[in-house]
């Protein structure tokens, strides 16, 4: 189960993920993510992954699109995924 909050901040979008981002919540992500982007620049939406438990290849994959479009990811917690952050915003 992954939920997706998306809000507002003075510099853009924030998109916050809770739980696993895995299976079908990674195409859930991906639709997202498109619809986001139709209406506001990449560049502008941070991804906050702090709540974020688990990541499939699927999920890696989204998430390095989202960055290569110019999304800003942050996690501070979960070794895990600070080190995934780190793999994909370091390419």
Same mark, same amino acid.
């Given at each position: 189960?992954l939920r997706i909050t998306? &809000?507002?901040?003075?510099?853009?979008? %924030? #998109?916050?993920?809770? $739980?696993? #981002? %895995?299976?079908?919540? @990674?195409?859930e992500l991906a639709r997202?993510?498109?619809?986001? %982007?139709? %209406?506001?620049?990449?560049?502008? +939406?941070?991804?906050? #992954?702090? !709540? +974020?438990?688990?990541?499939?290849? $699927? $999920?890696?994959? +989204?998430?390095?699109?989202?960055?290569? /479009? &110019?999304?800003? #990811? !942050?996690?501070?917690?979960?070794?895990?995924?600070?080190?995934? @952050?780190?793999?994909?915003? /370091?390419?």
């Open positions: 189960m998306h &809000g507002t901040r003075r510099e853009g979008a %924030t #998109l916050v993920l809770e $739980g696993r #981002l %895995t299976g079908p919540w @990674v195409e997202c993510w498109k619809a986001l %982007t139709a %209406t506001r620049d990449a560049r502008s +939406v941070h991804v906050d #992954l702090d !709540g +974020v438990t688990f990541i499939d290849a $699927g $999920g890696r994959a +989204v998430l390095r699109t989202m960055h290569e /479009q &110019g999304a800003t #990811l !942050g996690a501070c917690s979960g070794c895990m995924t600070r080190a995934i @952050v780190e793999e994909i915003t /370091q390419r």
